[in-house]
């Protein structure tokens, strides 16, 4: 029998046809003849120990059957494009083929022999990785090792771009994004941007154990970030993380970060970048490269691979991308606020000092509680000095306050007289608002409940006798004293009507107020 095995390791080697031939006492024919008919089947060489001559004869020339009746020839090709198809199975492929070779007059394999000589077939054209992913069925994400430094046009300072790397088992196609950081904000997006470049989406998302994306991840137990898992939900796709040290779940990807590193990082290693947009634009045409890149082994690239393999298969984009959000929790303070780390904004006050969730997108603050949604605001693009408040979500007294107007402070101090009017009018001019004068003007309004609105336009008038600038607590002092005065009066009058009073008879005789 020929020597397949060594005739397909000395042409790896490089060796011409005519000196494999010599070295395998053979004919120069029956080494084209072999090289040509292994290039037919794609069996390149290395090959596993396990695949012998025989196989080899077999899978080349169809030989070795124990019956002498021709045997409808098996389409490897075919039958291996086909599986890859959601829904086909080894089995239906059979049945198609028994009634193709019927319907030629010629005699089909049985099903056992139909699948042993495709898994040999597989196994020696080294065809089984694509088969172990149906077209649409998962994108494998991860951050690349390497990353891209850019500087600063004017100081010089060194940054670093990061490389988000999802790839496509199945055709191999890859999709690649530069991020100023590796944050959550960021991964999100890179997994918006994929879904958009790839044109769909697949029906699993295998990413990495990061924190990021997985909070825990044991053998009994996945929590996913609670950002991933909105986002998942909202693409219609689950999400499935790598097992721990187990890198073979990821296989493709992290060929294709590797691949990456290579093809674009140290293709990129010369050029030295002075803004982050030049490094995002290098990034995106050797991206191009990549996918456009011939396959060695076999006709067509990725991109090519992808529109017809696996386009058809991938589930549909929403109408809209998906806008990121961010959860945390916080706990509310006596001031019934959160923040987004920027501006703060109200929740009802009856939740102060409870812990809730707070979902921020680039637009919207959305606050839960218990998972309940309590309220939501327009998020400011800027900072902001004065918190977003709602008026529901204040106290009684809160929302009084907010209520409070000039023209009703002034309407209020023409009833009780000319001088409070004078002064209520002091305190709304005083400042640069007259916010500012607010709080004066309600304090008198509390004074003249406790006082009466005689006697405080009665202080009115008297501090305006010597001060032009009159305050809130020289016209409290000038009631308090006001009325211990008056308090001090009355108990003069009373001791004199009421009190115990001596006569001329209890000085007579000794004073003992006998006769």
Known sequence: MKNYREILRLKSLGYSNRSIASSLNTSRNTVSDVLEKAEKSRVTWPLDEDVTNEALDELLYGRHDSSPTPYAVINYEYIHRE????????????????EKAYANGETPYMSTQFGDKYRRWAM???ATMRVTHKPGEVMQVDWAGGTIPYYDSVTGEEYKAYLFVAALPCSGYIYVEACTDMKQENWLLCHVHAYEYFGGVTRILVPDNLKTGVVANTRYETQLNESYRELAEYYGTAIVPARVRKPQDKGLVEKSVGFTTTWISAALREQKFFSFAEVRNAVEERLEVINTKPFQKRPGNRREAYLSEEKEFMLPLPKRPYEPAIWHQQTVGRDYLISDGLNKYSVPFDLIGEKVQVRLTKNIVEVFFKGSRVTSHKRLESYCSQPVVKPEHMPDNHRRYLEYNADEFMDWARGVGESTEVVVKHFLTSGDAPEQGYKDCVS??????????????????????????????????ILKNAKDSDNSAETTDNSSKYGITRGAAYWKKGGDGNA
């Open 124 to 126: 020696v054209t080294k």
């Open 444 to 477: 008198l309004k509390k004074l003249g409940e406790r006082y009466g609105k005689a006697k405080l336009e009665a202080a009115c008038k008297r501090i305006l006798a010597f001060s032009s600038s009159p305050s809130i607590r020289t016209i409290a002092t």
């Open 83 to 98: 599986l890859s198809k959601k829904g086909v199975t080894l089995t239906l492929l059979w049945q198609e083929y028994c």
